[in-house]
């Protein structure tokens, strides 16, 4: 089974989306825990339109897949 998380278009570079982990849950579904990570205010980025996207393979399951979200600020000063 494919996982992909995605964030959609952000107005500049700095942005990130990864897949930190999956696990099998107690229903026999999997659950996905992702990391998204923005630029502070103080961080220099690219002026450019982006799509931060990342890519898993994990083992097929019966059950839901679930998405666990962990998101901070990269700090840059």
């Not at 107690?26 to 996207?53: E, K, M, R, W, Y």
């Amino acid at each position: 089974m494919v996982v992909v998380v995605a964030l959609g278009a952000r107005p500049t570079g700095g942005y990130g989306i990864l897949i930190d982990g999956a696990s099998e849950s107690a229903n026999g579904g999997v659950a996905v825990i992702v990391d998204s990570s923005s630029p502070a205010s103080d961080c220099f980025v690219s002026d450019a339109l982006t799509q931060p996207v990342d890519i898993a393979r994990v083992p097929v399951r019966d059950g839901a897949v679930t998405f666990v979200e962990q998101s901070h600020e990269t700090n840059c000063g």
